[in-house]
């Protein structure tokens, strides 16, 4: 039994509500942590493919600027908790952690359950109140109100009529992504019912179909040091260096993660979308017709086929050349002028037309959310309901890949918990 009255109660046992109950706690508040699942950070445990990429090393503009036009509402939330105040405070807890390729932080165990324990420790420690199995219908207002101003008073879980009640709730429900974790949107529901504006939600770091069926004789083979720009009705939009996968339903891997929430933006604008592969980003022009001449005179009796080993993957080379309308049996040196133009062309753009995002329940996180217009940034309250916090996913925040959107989860959880207990 839960007792009827807390400082704080938290909705949402993931990252950003774990974090955010163990902080208020800390901070001397009577904390309730209510979460859907039979275990708290369910989601949290399978991120980064099992190994949590806590954070990132890079600076508070580098940050910023990862989160396009909304990033400058964390400048508040960064300044009070950020990369190097995470990284202690999981080192305190016995998590050491290193740094990888683009500053990416990650637990030195690979393991993202480490995290998850720590966090779990963390709660234990401060003594939060835990309540598992337990779906949160109703954020409930006070009727009585006597300045004009809606205020929270408590909630009530499904199949109970009583409330428990707080005057400081935070709703940190998380988005629509991995909706078999418990993220099912039900946080926006609630909010929306109490008069918050939702953003539209759309799925942000999310692979991306083609209309090409080849890629299904493609799948599983990854590209590294490739450049990918995409673009609408024949525009650039963005460019991308890195790492690229083929799926069997078209594209994934983290440079087509980076591009993919302005891409879905396009394409639910209705604009055309193609996505255009360099896979010599270091040669340019020149360069290439250079090598394909030392080519043709060192290998010249071998097959057209043979030759483009040197340039591509194997699997690649036969759907390549027929992209090329190239005989694969023809001697490398019997190619035409024309030939070597079309395979000059295709090796630096070698294009694809997007069709559409894969669903928003395997996205990694959810584009939108609660306006950033009804928050306050620098205590997380809501504009609109007094005592009402938010903090993770919910929010209209999504930045890219690298470790900025947990930190973004855990920075404005710390906010949102300090600012219960100090207001």
């Given at each position: 039994m839960f007792k009827k009255i807390y400082d704080v109660i938290v909705i949402g046992g993931g990252a950003s509500g774990m974090f955010t109950a163990g902080c208020a706690a800390a901070k001397g508040?009577?904390?309730?942590?209510?979460?859907?699942?039979?275990?708290?950070?369910?989601?949290?445990?399978?991120?980064?493919?099992?190994?949590?990429?806590?954070?990132?090393?890079?600076?508070?503009?580098?940050?910023?600027?990862?989160?396009?036009?909304?990033?400058?509402?964390?400048?508040?939330?960064?300044?009070?908790?950020?990369?190097?105040?995470?990284?202690?405070?999981?080192?305190?807890?016995?998590?050491?952690?290193?740094?990888?390729?683009?500053?990416?932080?990650?637990?030195?165990?690979?393991?993202?359950?480490?995290?998850?324990?720590?966090?779990?420790?963390?709660?234990?420690?401060?003594?939060?109140?835990?309540?598992?199995?337990?779906?949160?219908?109703?954020?409930?207002?006070?009727?009585?109100?006597?300045?004009?101003?809606?205020?929270?008073?408590?909630?009530?879980?499904?199949?109970?009529?009583?409330?428990?009640?707080?005057?400081?709730?935070?709703?940190?429900?998380?988005?629509?992504?991995?909706?078999?974790?418990?993220?099912?949107?039900?946080?926006?529901?609630?909010?929306?019912?109490?008069g918050h504006s939702i953003v539209s939600l759309m799925p942000a770091l999310v692979p991306l179909e083609t209309k090409e069926d080849f890629v299904k004789d493609l799948q599983g083979l990854a590209l590294k040091n490739v450049s990918v720009t995409a673009f609408a009705d024949g525009r650039k939009i963005i460019r991308e260096f890195g790492e690229m996968l083929f799926t069997h339903f078209g594209l994934s891997g983290p440079v087509i993660l980076k591009m993919s929430s302005l891409v879905v933006k396009h394409l639910n604008e209705k604009e055309e979308v193609s996505i255009s592969i360099n896979f010599k980003p270091a040669l340019d022009r020149e360069k290439l017709v250079d090598?394909?001449?030392?080519?043709?005179?060192?290998?010249?009796?071998?097959?057209?086929?043979?030759?483009?080993?040197?340039?591509?993957?194997?699997?690649?080379?036969?759907?390549?050349?027929?992209?090329a309308n190239i005989n694969s049996d023809k001697k490398f040196k019997q190619i035409t002028h024309q030939e070597k133009e079309k395979i000059i062309n295709l090796l630096t753009d070698f294009s694809l037309k997007i069709t559409k995002s894969r669903p928003i329940d395997e996205a990694i996180i959810t584009r939108g959310g609660i306006s950033l217009k009804e928050i306050n940034p620098y205590t997380m309250e809501s504009k609109r309901i007094k005592g009402l916090y938010f903090c993770g996913e919910i929010i209209d925040l999504d930045g890219k890949t690298g470790g900025y959107n947990l930190q973004m989860a855990f920075s404005t959880a710390y906010l949102a918990a300090e600012s219960t207990v100090n207001s």
């Open positions: 508040a009577e904390t309730l942590l209510l979460e859907r699942n039979h275990q708290l950070g369910k989601k949290l445990s399978i991120t980064g493919k099992g190994r949590c990429n806590l954070t990132n090393v890079g600076e508070i503009n580098d940050f910023i600027d990862s989160y396009g036009k909304n990033g400058k509402f964390l400048y508040r939330a960064f300044t009070r908790f950020f990369n190097q105040d995470l990284i202690a405070f999981f080192n305190r807890y016995g998590v050491s952690t290193k740094v990888e390729r683009g500053g990416r932080v990650f637990p030195v165990t690979d393991n993202s359950e480490s995290i998850v324990n720590a966090l779990r420790r963390y709660l234990q420690e401060n003594k939060v109140n835990l309540g598992l199995n337990l779906q949160v219908k109703e954020i409930v207002l006070d009727d009585n109100k006597t300045d004009g101003n809606n205020k929270v008073i408590g909630i009530k879980i499904g199949g109970r009529k009583e409330i428990i009640k707080a005057d400081k709730i935070i709703l940190a429900t998380g988005g629509l992504s991995y909706p078999k974790t418990g993220s099912t949107g039900d946080g926006y529901r609630m909010a929306k019912k109490l090598r394909l001449l030392r080519e043709s005179k060192k290998f010249g009796l071998k097959s057209v086929n043979n030759v483009m080993k040197n340039f591509l993957p194997l699997r690649l080379v036969p759907v390549f050349l027929k992209m």
